[in-house]
Nanobody
């Protein structure tokens, strides 16, 4: 069974930074992509950034220039460095993993999320 666990959330003031981590564990044959998503209170979940195997990370507009995603393929880990945080960045941040499990079946796994609160 594959699990995805996020960490690094917290309470920060506007303009400050946070670095979120996502670790996928279990029997994984290969990971095709890892993505960060977020859900603000009362809103639907939205994509933040995505990195596919062998490609550079892609960002949605609100993340460009402020967020930097990276991936350590050897550790099945992804990070997102979030700088110049704004109040509207508040929400639960989720990581998802698409790949192939130990039984060579396609897998899509989501973590439980980590809360990010930007407030003065």
């Amino acid at each position: 069974q594959v699990q995805v666990v996020e960490s690094g959330g917290g309470l920060v003031q506007p303009g400050e930074s946070l670095r979120l981590s996502c670790v996928a564990s279990g029997t994984i044959t290969g990971i095709y992509s890892m993505g960060w998503h977020r859900q603000a209170p009362g809103k639907t979940r939205e994509l933040v950034a995505l990195v596919r195997h062998g490609e550079d990370p892609k960002y949605v507009d609100f993340a460009k220039g402020r967020f930097t995603m990276s991936r350590d393929s050897a550790k099945n880990t992804a990070y997102v460095q979030m700088d110049s945080l704004k109040r509207e960045d508040t929400g639960v941040y989720y990581c998802n993993v698409d790949g192939i499990g130990g039984d060579y079946q396609f897998l899509e796994v989501w973590g439980q999320g980590t809360q990010v609160t930007v407030s003065s």
